[in-house]
């Protein structure tokens, strides 16, 4: 069982829209979790840090944690043909990053 | 502040060469991580450097080695290049490896391609 698994995708929204990514993770005693973006040929930008079970927004973004289920999700709301990139979850264990393979996100006009 | 920052940005050699990956960063991080990013793998640690003067391997560290030179500076050596090691390489940073702390931020990258 992979560590920190997303679904690879590609999600499609369109314009407008809300799109959720999602991620699960296996090290219950896990106690950070981060959500990158990454464009074609970039390095990875951090856009979200939780720490905590429940929501936390940040403009169109919203993280959420469920630590019980071993779940983080994001949310962007009215997506946007900008929003269109690769979107990693990372879970921290130990002081060392975790990553997922990335969710790739298509928002169409 | 320019962040961390990476050189070369793009690398050709062939097998059996070595060569060395530069990282710099500015932000006063004491942690720093070098990753390897391949298609379908993600992104994977080779070595990370929890504070000045300590180095630890990460998940993929056969045939590299890493100096963390000062502060700023984590450096990362192929000795003997394999086409196996063609991939895009990162180093991140982050204030600390604590929770709360423990955003990483990362440079550029740079393409190496071995042949």
């Known amino acids: 069982q992979k560590e920190v698994e997303q679904n690879s995708g590609p999600l499609s929204v369109p314009e407008g829209a809300i799109a959720s990514l999602n991620c699960t993770y296996s090290?219950?005693?896990?106690?950070?979790f981060f959500w990158y973006r990454q464009y074609s040929g970039k390095s990875p930008e951090l856009i979200m840090s939780?720490?905590?079970?429940g929501d936390k927004e940040d403009g169109r973004f919203t993280a959420q944690l469920n630590k019980a289920s071993q779940y983080v999700s994001l949310l962007i709301r009215d997506s946007q043909p900008s929003d269109s990139a690769t979107y990693l979850c990372?879970?921290?264990?130990?002081?060392?990053?975790?990553f997922g393979q990335g969710t790739e996100l298509s928002v169409k006009p | 502040n320019a962040g961390v920052t990476q050189t070369p940005k793009f690398q050709v050699l062939k097998t059996g060469q070595s060569m060395t990956l530069q990282c710099a960063q500015d932000?006063?991080?004491?942690?720093m991580y070098w990753y390897r990013q391949d298609p379908g793998m993600g992104l994977r640690l080779i070595y990370y450097?929890?504070?000045?003067?300590?180095?630890d391997k990460g998940e993929v560290p056969n045939g590299y080695n890493v100096s963390r030179l000062n502060k700023r500076e984590f450096s990362l050596r192929l000795e003997s290049a394999a086409p196996s090691q063609t991939s895009v390489y990162f180093c991140?940073?982050?204030?600390?490896?604590?929770?709360?702390?423990?955003?990483?931020?990362f440079g550029p990258g740079t393409r190496l391609t071995v042949l």
């Open positions: 991140a940073s982050s204030r600390t490896g604590r929770v709360g702390s423990n955003e990483q931020f």
């Open positions: 090290d219950r005693v896990s106690q950070s």
């Open positions: 939780i720490y905590s079970n």
């Open positions: 990372a879970v921290d264990q130990g002081g060392k990053l975790i």
């Open positions: 932000m006063n991080h004491n942690s």
């Open positions: 450097s929890a504070s000045e003067g300590t180095t």
